[in-house]
Nanobody
Framework: QVQLVESGGGLVQPGGSLRLSCAAS????????MGWYRQAPGKQREFVARLLGGGFTNYADSVKGRFTISRDIAKNTVYLQMNSLKPEDTAVYFC??????????WGQGTQVTVSS
């Protein structure tokens, strides 16, 4: 079993920045992937960014060049640095841990609101 604790959400003005953190209770060294998804009100959950076990990254087109996913293996933590935030980035952001051993685990979500 894996527990994920997300933090870093909040209210920010358009053009601002936030950094989300997702701390896992298990090692993230040899997992399949760890990623971020988001769900806006009335919309389906969508992919944002993913960091594969080998260190490769994938991003949704809507966040490329603005968001950066990274990890600290020693802390079992994945980060999502979000710059140049837009109102359309407003959503609940969820962390996902994908492991061959433990399967797929979701965090509880953290609210990001971009508004003036």
């Amino acid at each position: 079993q894996v527990q994920l604790v997300e933090s870093g959400g909040g209210l920010v003005q358009p053009g601002g920045s936030l950094r989300l953190s997702c701390a896992a209770s298990r090692s993230i060294f040899s997992i399949n992937a760890m990623g971020w998804y988001r769900q806006a009100p009335g919309k389906q959950r969508e992919f944002v960014a993913r960091l594969l076990g080998g260190g490769f990254t994938n991003y949704a087109d809507s966040v490329k060049g603005r968001f950066t996913i990274s990890r600290d293996i020693a802390k079992n933590t994945v980060y999502l640095q979000m710059n140049s935030l837009k109102p359309e980035d407003t959503a609940v952001y969820f962390c996902n841990f994908d492991s061959t051993v433990y399967g797929s685990t979701w965090g509880q979500g953290t609210q990001v609101t971009v508004s003036s």
